[in-house]
T-cell receptor, first 115, second 114 residues
Framework: DAGVIQSPRHEVTEMGQEVTLRCKPI?????LFWYRQTMMRGLELLIY????????DSGMPEDRFSAKMPNASFSTLKIQPSEPRDSAVYFC?????????????FGEGSWLTVV | GNSVTQMEGPVTLSEEAFLTINCTYT??????LFWYVQYPGEGLQLLLK?????DKGSNKGFEATYRKETTSFHLEKGSVQVSDSAVYFC?????????????FGKGTHLIIQP
């Protein structure tokens, strides 16, 4: 199994630029999650999808953040415009339905620095 | 709502010492409990899990037992190695209680000295 695949692994961008993070979940998983990790706040759930439909986006910090899941094998998290305080590690994760188990598997993360 | 409380570090131990990292939780439903490990510069890896009361999860010499009566899931290892140095996160998943994602503790930074 290939695991959750994220790209880019590292991104350095200037303030005001658009940033797009990409994720391919594990094949067959129905749930996809976006988390953000910072020293100050730890791990925060930003948004998650079930069967490509956004279920809870209450963790998205503000309108500059948006996420989409156009199909079962691809999701994006976009920040426009980016700000230095967006610097963090962004993790994508996925899991199967409740019958197949509650274990959530994480990607390697996208390490974002906004200067 | 759901929450996870774990001891914050850093926790510094000598090689071959016994390790305990405490974790307690509150949940509205019947959660599954997890320990994830994050090595420097890497993502989160599942270390072990338990899905119901009295279950014991184990992996790589680490163990944790799901204690419903004390709402705890403490992580233990009998003899730590330098390679165990990492950040350890306790987490719960409570889909039956409406929380499909994971609720994480703040993480415990473990440092093992040779």
């Amino acid at each position: 199994d290939a695991g959750v695949i994220q790209s880019p692994r590292h991104e350095v961008t200037e303030m005001g630029q658009e940033v797009t993070l990409r994720c391919k979940p594990i094949s067959g998983h129905d749930y996809l999650f976006w988390y953000r990790q910072t020293m100050m706040r730890g791990l925060e759930l930003l948004i998650y999808f079930n069967n490509n439909v956004p279920i809870d986006d209450s963790g998205m910090p503000e309108d500059r953040f948006s996420a989409k899941m156009p199909n079962a094998s691809f999701s994006t998290l976009k920040i426009q415009p980016s700000e230095p305080r967006d610097s963090a590690v962004y993790f994508c994760a996925s899991r199967g339905d409740r019958i197949s188990g509650n274990t959530i598997y994480f990607g390697e993360g996208s390490w974002l620095t906004v200067v | 709502g759901n929450s996870v409380t774990q001891m914050e570090g850093p926790v510094t131990l000598s090689e071959e010492a016994f390790l305990t990292i405490n974790c307690t939780y509150t949940a509205t439903g019947y959660p599954s409990l997890f320990w994830y490990v994050q090595y420097p510069g890497e993502g989160l890896q599942l270390l072990l899990k338990a899905t119901k009361a009295d279950d014991k999860g184990s992996n790589k010499g680490f163990e944790a037992t799901y204690r419903k009566e004390t709402t705890s899931f403490h992580l233990e290892k009998g003899s730590v190695q330098v390679s165990d140095s990492a950040v350890y996160f306790c987490a719960l998943s409570d889909p039956g209680g409406g929380a499909d994602g994971l609720t994480f503790g703040k993480g415990t930074h473990l440092i093992i000295q040779p």
